[in-house]
C-alpha cells in the first residue's frame, strides 16, 4: 500500500480534517521524492527485528532511535502540542519518523510554496530533508505511535518560517538550483 499524498486547499477549518482541493489533486511518490521526501512501507509489527528497517537505519546512519504516542490521554498540554507540531517550520537536519500505529499528516511546502498533505498511516517511515517547510498534524483519529530516528543525539530544534537564511534552508534550497539551474523563490 502506498501512501496518499495531495495538494491541500487552504481552510481555517479543523487541521486534522484531509482539506482536499475540488476536484482532488494526487500528488505521487515521485513529486515528493523530486522534493528530497523519501518513503518506504515496512511491517510496523514485525519493527524489532525487520531486517530492511535495519538496513535503512545502517545506511543512513540512524543510530538513535526513541518512540512517540501521541494522543490526549499520554500527551501533557496535548492541544498546545499539536499547535507547535502544526506551526510552519525546518529543521538542521531529516526529520525521520515511521508510524507504528494510527495516522497523522505531514504537510511540506512544494517548489512552488503549495502546501501538499502527506496521510502516514501504520508502516509508513517518511523522511523529510533538512531544510524543507513543513508542519505535522493528527488526522480525526486523535492518535498516532511514531518511532522517531536520529544520527547521534537527538536533536529536534524547530525553526519557524520565516528562515530564508538559514543553512539547512539555503542548502535545500540550492538542491533544487543544481537540479534544474533555476532559483526557487520564497514567497
Keep these: 500500500m502506498a501512501i496518499e499524498a495531495w495538494f491541500m486547499e487552504e481552510s481555517d477549518e479543523d487541521k486534522r480534517l484531509p482539506h482536499h482541493r475540488n476536484p482532488k489533486e494526487f500528488v505521487s511518490l515521485d513529486h515528493l521524492a523530486d522534493l528530497g521526501v523519501l518513503y518506504w512501507h515496512l511491517n510496523p509489527k514485525d519493527y524489532e527485528k525487520d531486517e530492511e528497517l535495519q538496513k535503512i537505519r545502517e545506511t543512513r546512519g540512524y543510530n538513535y532511535m526513541d518512540m512517540l504516542d501521541l494522543c490526549p490521554e499520554k500527551v501533557d498540554n496535548y492541544e498546545e502540542k499539536l499547535k507547535n507540531f502544526y506551526t510552519e517550520h525546518i529543521h538542521e537536519n531529516e526529520e ?92
Design 96 to 187: 525521520i519518523r515511521y508510524c507504528l500505529d494510527g495516522c497523522g499528516y505531514f504537510d511540506v511546502r512544494d517548489k512552488d510554496d503549495r502546501w501538499i498533505r502527506i496521510w502516514i498511516k501504520e508502516g509508513d517511515l517518511i523522511i523529510l530533508p533538512a531544510g524543507i517547510y513543513h508542519r505535522f498534524t493528527l488526522d480525526t483519529s486523535n492518535y498516532v505511535k511514531l518511532m522517531r530516528l536520529f544520527m547521534g543525539e537527538p536533536v529536534w530544534t524547530a525553526y519557524n518560517r520565516p528562515q530564508e537564511d538559514h543553512p539547512a534552508r539555503k542548502e535545500y534550497v540550492n538542491s533544487f538550483t543544481d537540479k534544474v539551474g533555476v532559483a526557487l523563490e520564497a514567497h
